[in-house]
């Protein structure tokens, strides 16, 4: 049998194949690698659920009022997080969700307004 050789990818060492589906040289880079990519997803999970709940409390905040688009940028809104959408039977248009506050947009002759509510 010929001896493979491949490079760790967590210390970037080369070592000599012991099973063929082998990816790490010891079991101590495997332990450390995947302790940082768990690391990593924890930071992205809490990084969007802190936003999340940040917009959350925005709408809480402003429950059944109307509010510009830029108003609600200004408080720290940030649009491109929201739990969950749906469409509005009524309107046909989307209802946009942050856990359990909505909005949706409300369309006038000269602008356009948010609304916001409480499910
Ligand atoms: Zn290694």
Redesign the pocket.
Known sequence: MTQEIEK??????T?TLKRLNQK???D??RIQKNNANSRKFRELTKTTNHILLKNRNILAALEGEQISEIDLKIKGFDFRYVTNFRTNEQTKQPDFFCYDYGYFFVKTKKTQLIEIFKL
């Open positions: 760790c990818p967590n210390c970037l060492n070592f790490y040289c010891s101590n880079c």
